[in-house]
């Protein structure tokens, strides 16, 4: 280089404003945990802010809603700025259509300097960001991942409406699963908008680890990770499940994921009583995200009953932890699970869900678990997600944003 010659500056970083409603915190470490984790790696590109509208319900003694109360308005998780302004929703989806003008003004109240703006589902945090967007000239991209799309979508014609408009109002929308992309797309979304990519794994924290569990050694145990919740098919499971003892099977559950935001599972844990399997069922409060391979590594089957579902990320990191699957065909587990991992059932079918783990354990040995986890964590890894969503960013950069002054 000579002397007079000018060394080039390094491009500065995007400046990236990151919205959900669904994110870790004090009442749940787990609710939300893969934006928090999708945000850790993308990181590594750019600069992202989170905010977080919390739901502002000063009534005590509703359980987690007034819960709430007790969230701080900003803190720092793993190195992200996470800010919690308040906004006005009720429970029980009770004017959940006004709801998008209180997370708008949430948004405002913060009032953070950003390049780029990307908010996980549709509504109300897409029709939020779409409209503080507009406003400041901003570009939005959304991030869908089921219940926004395979919900509230086919819900009332007025949240329908409210979902379109968020939808086609972002520069970009990615859609975590192929079923997914198809519903964004009847919902109006042009192709030159739309992106499929799923979520993401983090392959050196789930990984098989052989040592943590000889297979059948005390009997079969089957493993399931997620919210106590009838949508997620749990009746349908416990039933299965003492289907399965009945038949003189050696099998024990788990069921990783009360905890205070999900309640204790209250209503499972009778039902297994009744079913006389109680002493066949363990289930176990929720644990930090951290420590959920030991759950899983110390399984000998994942399976996942639920009624709907986008891209589960449990089922991601259950393959990545080298289990094989039984889940149902609810949406996204038909892209994730073939004969080389697993099986697929229709949802709220005991006897076909009890048959589907009985063919399971007893192929168990042809499975290989080792190509399970390599698989997963090739296809899934968190860092390849990221620089995915990237050159998302990049492209929708590239593009003209109009400022607007009207709400």
């Not at 205070?260 to 399997?277: P, Y």
């Amino acid at each position: 280089m000579s002397d007079s010659a000018t060394p080039s500056k390094a491009a500065p970083r995007l400046q990236v404003l990151v919205a959900s409603h669904l994110y870790p915190s004090e009442l749940s470490r787990t609710s939300g945990s893969f934006v928090h984790n999708q945000i850790r790696f993308l990181a590594e590109h750019c600069d992202p802010v989170v905010v977080s509208p919390t739901p502002y319900f000063p009534f005590p003694g509703f359980g987690r809603w007034s819960r709430y109360r007790e969230l701080a308005r900003r803190e720092s998780a793993d190195g992200l700025d996470v800010h919690r302004p308040r906004y006005l929703t009720l429970p029980r989806r009770i004017a959940l259509g006004r709801a998008w003008k209180s997370y708008d003004r949430a948004l405002e109240s913060v009032n953070l300097e950003a390049d780029l703006i990307h908010v996980h589902c549709a509504y109300p945090d897409g029709l939020a960001g779409v409209t503080y967007g507009k406003r400041h000239g901003i570009p939005v991209v959304i991030t869908v991942h089921g219940h926004d799309l395979k919900d509230l979508a086919i819900g009332k014609p007025r949240w329908r409406s409210l979902v379109e408009r968020a939808l086609i109002g972002a520069n970009a929308v990615i859609a975590v699963s192929e079923e997914l992309q198809e519903r964004a797309r009847d919902l109006g979304v042009e192709d030159r908008c739309l992106h499929r990519i799923p979520n993401g794994i983090e392959g050196e924290l789930f990984r098989f680890d052989p040592s943590e569990r000889v297979p059948g050694e005390g009997g079969w145990r089957i493993v399931y990770v997620g919210r106590y919740d009838e949508a997620k098919g749990l009746v349908i499971l416990l039933d299965a499940v003492a289907a399965l003892v009945a038949e003189g099977r050696d099998l024990r559950l788990d069921l990783v994921g009360g905890g205070k935001a999900t309640g204790t599972g209250d209503v499972f844990r009778a039902q297994a009583a009744r079913l006389g399997i109680a002493d066949r069922v363990d289930f176990v409060d929720e644990v930090p995200w951290r420590e959920v391979p030991k759950h899983l590594n110390k399984a000998d089957l994942f399976v996942l009953p639920s009624f709907s579902e986008g891209l589960p990320l449990s089922l991601l990191e259950a393959l990545a932890c080298g289990l094989p699957i039984v889940a149902t065909r609810c949406g996204g587990p038909e892209e994730v699970v073939d004969d080389e991992v697993g099986r697929l059932v229709e949802p709220r079918d005991v006897p076909g869900l009890a048959g589907a783990i009985a063919d399971v354990l007893d192929s168990h040995s042809c499975y290989d678990r080792e190509a399970i986890a390599a698989r997963a964590c090739r296809e899934y890894d968190y860092r390849s997600v990221a620089r995915r969503i990237v050159d998302v960013y990049k492209s929708v950069m590239a593009e003209p944003v109009a400022a607007s002054t009207s709400r």
